[in-house]
T-cell receptor, first 111, second 110 residues
Framework: ETGVTQTPRHLVMGMTNKKSLKCEQH?????MYWYKQSAKKPLELMFV???????ENNSVPSRFSPECPNSSHLFLHLHTLQPEDSALYLC??????????FGQGTRLTVV | SQQGEEDPQALSIQEGENATMNCSYK?????LQWYRQNSGRGLVHLIL?????REKHSGRLRVTLDTSKKSSSLLITASRAADTASYFC??????????FGAGTRLFVKA
């Protein structure tokens, strides 16, 4: 248990569906992250939030929409995804730029 | 590319042997971190080494950093079957941007 909780753990969705991934941390950290991990590729940093403000958006397609209502919660809203978006989506939090604590991830399959 | 490149991509050793993984990079860094990931799970932080540090230890782990060569190594001594996992180096280049490499897959045979 790292203090970062992601739900759901597994998600299968059709290309026309809308779904959301949820992440919460109870570590008092000021930064939260979304990463995408595809097979045989490095972890891709998608979004970074610092105290609810987005500080990084690494050219992520608009079909991925992040939301950070407060410094403890982070969402990733998914809409009209493609099969190549199937991956493990990892949420993490950190205090400043120090060690990141990761959730267990959401295994997403787009059919 | 801002990410680190781990070497080797995969490593298979016997229990009790030492495992060494290397990470090379091209940019200036604020700090470098090593993480471990068991299959399909979240990453677990192992060690953070700042750019002005040269070596750090944590239990059976030893990390070195050579900023002149832009490289770091992770040494796991007296490996155990439970050390089987993927190991990633992550570069923090400032702010909140931490970029991960592709990882080294370590397999420790019992």
């Amino acid at each position: 248990e790292t203090g970062v909780t992601q739900t759901p753990r597994h998600l299968v969705m059709g290309m026309t569906n809308k779904k959301s991934l949820k992440c919460e941390q109870h570590l008092g950290h000021n930064a939260m992250y979304w990463y995408k991990q595809s097979a045989k590729k490095p972890l891709e940093l998608m979004f970074v939030y610092n105290f609810k403000e987005q500080t990084e958006n690494n050219s992520v397609p608009s079909r991925f929409s992040p939301e950070c209502p407060n410094s403890s919660h982070l969402f990733l809203h998914l809409h009209t995804l493609q099969p190549e978006d199937s991956a493990l989506y990892l949420c993490a939090s950190s205090q400043e730029s120090y060690e990141a604590f990761f959730g267990q991830g959401t295994r997403l399959t787009v059919v | 590319s801002q990410q680190g490149e781990e070497d080797p991509q995969a490593l298979s050793i016997q229990e009790g042997e030492n495992a060494t993984m290397n990470c090379s990079y091209k940019t200036s860094i604020n700090n470098l971190q090593w993480y471990r990931q068991n299959s399909g799970r979240g990453l677990v932080h192992l060690i953070l080494i700042r750019s002005n540090e040269r070596e750090k230890h944590s239990g059976r782990l030893r990390v070195t950093l050579d900023t002149s060569k832009k490289s770091s190594s992770l040494l796991i001594t007296a490996s155990r079957a439970a050390d089987t996992a993927s190991y990633f180096c992550a570069l923090n280049t400032g702010g909140f941007k931490t970029i991960f490499g592709a990882g080294t897959r370590l397999f420790v045979k019992a």
